[in-house]
């Protein structure tokens, strides 16, 4: 069985520059012509394309990008077996840019291409062709799908991916060291052609540099490039396509290039000597000048390390390095002498810290300098042989006796002469003085050693022809003991004997002191003076180790008699001069126990044997000050004043109004109203404006009538009301209007239960129901009451 099929041709034309390029997808079938290809079309549901017999079948076609002719550029022609020729058939094109890019002759089936392709924006394009019968408008054949292809052109130069590269290098690298890689990329097709394939070439940067022509590689290409002599270098790197051939379009970009420093160059002195001057009288660590050693290097491949190797002032001087400016400073170690010596001359070196290895054979990275110093002579202050004095002078000697002598001579050549002062705010009372031309320091008032043992005075030396330039020493001043005090008791001795004391008691033990120095110990003697050595009823014993006891003489002494006895004692010393002193030990006689504890001292106590002691006297003073404060606070009492009562009397019974709005003031404010006019009406003070509120001044106050005895209460009522109402000084707020008045000669009288109470009969209330209807709810409540009763 043969299955017939209906299909379309597509045909192609080919040879012309501007006309597409078609890729078949089998081989050709022979005796068939080269220039006409056919896309057969069948009708099944898969839209197989299959090859039928004098036929080419295809599934894509190429077009070229970038068409730059005047008309539409030709894709190809649609043709359906169907198509007799006459018209009946209308062939349309649908998918990617029909009708917008691709545009087909409905009665031809020509494509067309409206506008320039670009690959790189989209390269492949997918549509569907078919022919319709035109006036049923149904489709003759199945739709097709094809594909066209833009084929690519060399329309894209490479692009790097960075305008400006930087990169940097050690200086002194060697040949091939790589640098940086530089990158361009081609938008073109990289699978067709060679219009994507980029060639790197170097433009400008030779002989320095060299580039990998494939992978962008930038090296070194010169030996031992130094940073010294040239530190940026600007290479320009060409990437060009077609794989550099002729015709190519390119791109290029620029690479900064920086050698990076390393240790290569040694420090220099720019000079072999160095001359400084420094005067004598330059203090110590003061600078005396600066040197510095050159280096080509930068940053820590230049710090540089100073120190002096030789030279005769090696002790004299320092050197040091300023870490910001690199120079090494040359300080004075100790004080400078021109008599002694004017000139010095050191050796300096100055030395890398960072030293490179890989470049000691360029030499020893330091170097070294003579540096001469020549010292200048100053008018310089006298010079004392000792930086202090110390000396010595016993304190009895007379007055302008010389202690010793200080010497100080002017260290200049001039030798100029030298005059002596004690400088006074060392010496404030004057005690010693000096000889202004040879330096003896004598005293000038006694001396005490017991008062002040050493004086610290200072002497002052200067030149008679400029007294500006002075000099000071202290002197040290100890002044000598000599035995000029007498040994006295090391405190005040008063002490006791019982009445019933037996001889040979001691009652007291003694002990001395002496203001004096002895080198050797102070060694004192006791006696009794020669008055009281035979009369006394004491007796002294000298313990030879500087205390002595006194003891009883007699047994029993009486207090009535003598009461208190004075004993004096001789203390000396063993020193020379000796020195001795009487003192007095006071006893007295004390009533004592059995076991020798003292009871009481005073004569007068067995006289009044009744006599209060301190604790009663205390006590009852105590007392008194209790007593006292009772008696003030009773009186404080009494005095304070009492309180009025809110209710004078019984018989002032009123009404009592309390505000409590904002206004108000509490239950004592009693100034928002005036209560006495509750009593009496006709007493209102027209005139008197309210203290709770601010007064209005825009209307005054309008006067109404007063009431007519006898007026009705209705009446009165009504006319006030009326008032408060037509009033437009009224408060807009609450306010006490007074209806309090019930007028003369009323039937009912006062209607006040206050005043029922003190009647004493029954009352009638039966005319209440005759006042109307107003009353009739007091009249049903007092007519039940009186049934009550009756009941």
């Known amino acids: 069985m043969m299955r017939t099929y209906h299909c379309f041709w597509l045909l192609f034309w080919a040879g012309q520059p501007h006309q597409s390029f078609l890729t078949p997808l089998s081989k050709r079938t022979s005796g068939f012509p080269e220039k006409e290809k056919v896309l057969v079309l069948s009708g099944n549901s898969r839209r197989d394309l299959h090859r039928s017999k004098r036929s080419w079948m295809w ?142 070439s170097i433009l400008q940067g030779q002989p320095y540099f060299s580039v990998e022509s494939e992978t962008g590689i930038i090296k070194t290409a010169l030996l031992n490039m130094d940073r010294e002599n040239r530190e940026q270098y600007q290479v320009v790197i060409q990437a060009k396509d077609m794989g550099g051939q002729m015709g190519g379009l390119s791109g290029t970009t620029t690479v900064n290039i920086t050698l990076t420093d390393v240790n290569d160059n040694p420090p220099r002195f720019p000079q072999s000597t160095y001359q400084f001057r420094a005067p004598e009288s330059m203090p110590p660590d003061s600078p005396v000048g600066r040197i510095k050693a050159n280096d080509a290097d930068v940053d820590e491949n230049a710090e540089i390390e100073y120190s002096i190797t030789e030279g005769d002032g090696y002790d004299m001087f320092g050197i040091t390095t300023d870490k910001d400016t690199q120079e090494g400073i040359i300080t004075v170690k100790k004080a400078l002498d021109f008599e002694n010596k004017n000139l010095y001359i050191l050796k300096v070196e100055a030395t890398n ?117 002075s000099s000071r020493v202290p002197v040290f001043i100890k002044v000598l003991d000599v035995n000029d005090n007498a040994p006295e008791f090391a405190m005040f001795y008063e002490t006791f004997v019982c009445e019933n004391a037996k001889a040979e008691q001691l009652i007291q033990t003694l002990s001395a002191v002496d203001k004096d120095d002895s080198y050797s110990g102070h060694q004192f003697s006791f006696s009794l003076a020669p008055e009281a050595a035979s009369s006394s009823n004491f007796t002294l014993q000298d313990n030879r180790d500087n205390t002595a006891g006194i003891f009883t003489r007699k047994t029993r002494y009486n207090r009535h008699e003598i009461s208190t006895y004075f004993l004096p004692v001789v203390i000396s010393d063993n020193d020379y001069p000796i020195q001795s002193s009487t003192e007095t030990v006071t006893i007295r006689v004390c009533a004592c126990d059995h076991r020798g504890k003292m009871l009481s001292c005073n004569a007068e106590a067995l006289i009044h044997p009744t006599g209060l002691s301190t604790g009663a006297l205390i006590a009852i003073l105590l007392c008194i000050i209790i007593l006292l ?147 009739k709810k007091l009249a049903d409540m007092y007519g039940a009451m009186d049934s009550d009763k009756d009941s």
């Open 59 to 200: 599934n894509q076609f190429f077009l070229l990008e970038e068409y730059t002719g005047t008309d539409y550029q030709y894709v190809g022609k649609l043709h359906s077996d169907q198509d007799k020729g006459d018209g009946s058939l209308k062939y349309i094109l649908s998918g990617d840019g029909a009708g917008d890019l691709f545009i087909i002759n409905e009665n031809t089936g020509d494509i067309q291409a409206t506008k320039r392709l670009d690959r790189e924006e989209k390269p492949v394009y997918i549509l569907r062709a078919q022919a319709i019968n035109r006036r049923t408008g149904r489709p003759v054949e199945p739709e097709s799908e094809f594909i066209i292809k833009i084929h690519d052109i060399n329309d894209n130069e490479p692009m790097f991916t960075k305008d400006v590269y930087n990169a940097s290098i050690p200086e002194m690298s060697d040949v091939g060291t790589f640098v940086v890689q530089v990158t361009a990329t081609d938008a073109d097709d990289p699978t067709y052609g060679n219009s994507a394939k980029v060639v790197y």
């Open 353 to 469: 810290t960072h030293v490179d290895p890989r470049f000691l054979y360029l030499g020893p990275f330091k170097d070294s300098a003579t540096v001469r110093i020549q010292v200048e002579d100053v008018d310089e202050p006298p010079v004392f042989s000792r930086p202090a004095y110390i000396m010595e002078v016993k304190e009895d000697v007379p007055i302008n006796s010389v202690i010793g002598t200080v010497t100080a001579q002017d260290p200049d050549a001039a030798k100029n002469p030298v005059k002596y002062s004690v400088d006074r705010h060392t010496d404030m009372d004057r005690v010693f003085n000096i000889n202004s031309g040879n330096g003896s320091i004598f005293t000038s008032k006694p001396l005490d050693r017991e008062t002040l043992l050493w004086h610290n005075i200072t002497v002052i030396a200067a030149e008679i022809n400029n007294p500006k330039q």
């Open 629 to 775: 404060i009772t008696v003030v606070l009773f009186a404080a009492l009494r005095r304070q004043r009492k309180k009025e009562p809110l209710i004078i009397s019984k018989e002032d019974i009123r009404d009592n109004i309390v505000s409590y709005n904002d206004e108000g003031g509490g239950e004592e404010d009693t100034q928002a109203f005036d209560i006495g006019t509750l009593r009496n009406p006709e007493a209102i003070d027209d005139n008197k404006l309210r203290r709770d509120i601010v007064p209005e001044t825009l209307f005054m106050p309008r006067r109404t009538a007063t009431a007519r005895d006898n007026t009705d209460v209705r009446d009165f009522i009504n006319q006030r009301l009326k008032e408060n109402d037509t009033d437009p000084t009224a408060p807009p707020y609450d306010s006490l209007a007074t209806y309090a008045y019930e007028g003369n000669g009323s039937v009912a009288e006062s209607l006040s239960s206050l005043e029922s109470v003190t009647t004493d009969g029954d009352q009638d209330y039966d005319y209440l129901s005759d006042w109307g209807p107003r009353f």
